[in-house]
T-cell receptor, first 112, second 116 residues
Framework: GNSVTQMEGPVTLSEEAFLTINCTYT??????LFWYVQYPGEGLQLLLK?????DKGSNKGFEATYRKETTSFHLEKGSVQVSDSAVYFC???????????FGSGTRLQVQP | EAQVTQNPRYLITVTGKKLTVTCSQN?????MSWYRQDPGLGLRQIYY???????DKGDVPEGYKVSRKEKRNFPLILESPSPNQTSLYFC???????????????FGAGSRLTVL
């Protein structure tokens, strides 16, 4: 079956630190990969996505590269801000399926 | 503003008392879905709908019902809530009936339900 594994949180960083949140997946077929972000009290928002191997998704300073050989889609940011504090979800979608498969989420706390 | 609206945002109820969580989208989306979010489990799909009068079970449908009488609305019904349905619920919608890599979900702000 399909599954997504994320590193457990919370991840606590100081402002301007480098961020990596690991995400690996197993999937039948060729998935598209997503990172969604959930700010406190809000619903999930799409942060970035990649639809095929070696694609790099990027948005708001965040990046993730679709690595088929390692089945990974790690999220990175060079310099985090307090406003990046949120829960980050990695997800995969298989064309034709009716739902995305989400990881368990990683809480990021950025301290000033 | 394009959005998915859920109500209520917070609800405390007791075991067995029927409740409905409403979901409405103003984007003319074909696809709508309900997820529940639980600590350590991420989001799990409860039900989805690809069009009016077309609904189907997701991964965790037990104890829930849905209906899709109008394109914009997709209410989640708990006929006899139990404490294990205490959770954070999200409604989501998408333009296309079939999810694909080019397609993304738009989520509501969530409804936190507590069943005592």
């Amino acid at each position: 079956g399909n599954s997504v594994t994320q590193m457990e949180g919370p991840v606590t960083l100081s402002e301007e630190a480098f961020l990596t949140i690991n995400c690996t997946y197993t999937a039948t077929g060729y998935p598209s990969l997503f990172w969604y972000v959930q700010y406190p009290g809000e619903g999930l928002q799409l942060l970035l996505k990649a639809t095929k191997a070696d694609d790099k998704g990027s948005n708001k300073g965040f990046e993730a590269t679709y690595r088929k050989e390692t089945t990974s889609f790690h999220l990175e940011k060079g310099s985090v801000q307090v406003s990046d504090s949120a829960v980050y979800f990695c997800a995969l979608g298989i064309t034709g399926r009716r739902a995305l498969t989400f990881g368990s989420g990683t809480r990021l706390q950025v301290q000033p | 503003e394009a959005q998915v609206t859920q109500n209520p945002r917070y609800l405390i109820t007791v075991t067995g008392k029927k409740l409905t969580v409403t979901c409405s989208q103003n984007m003319n989306h074909e696809y709508m879905s309900w997820y529940r979010q639980d600590p350590g489990l991420g989001l799990r799909q409860i039900y989805y709908s690809m069009n009016v009068e077309v609904t189907d079970k997701g991964d965790v449908p037990e104890g829930y019902k849905v209906s899709r009488k109008e394109k914009r609305n997709f209410p989640l019904i708990l006929e006899s809530p139990s404490p294990n349905q205490t959770s954070l619920y999200f409604c989501a919608s998408s333009h296309d009936r079939v999810l694909s890599g080019a397609n993304v979900l738009t989520f509501g702000a969530g409804s936190r339900l507590t069943v005592l």
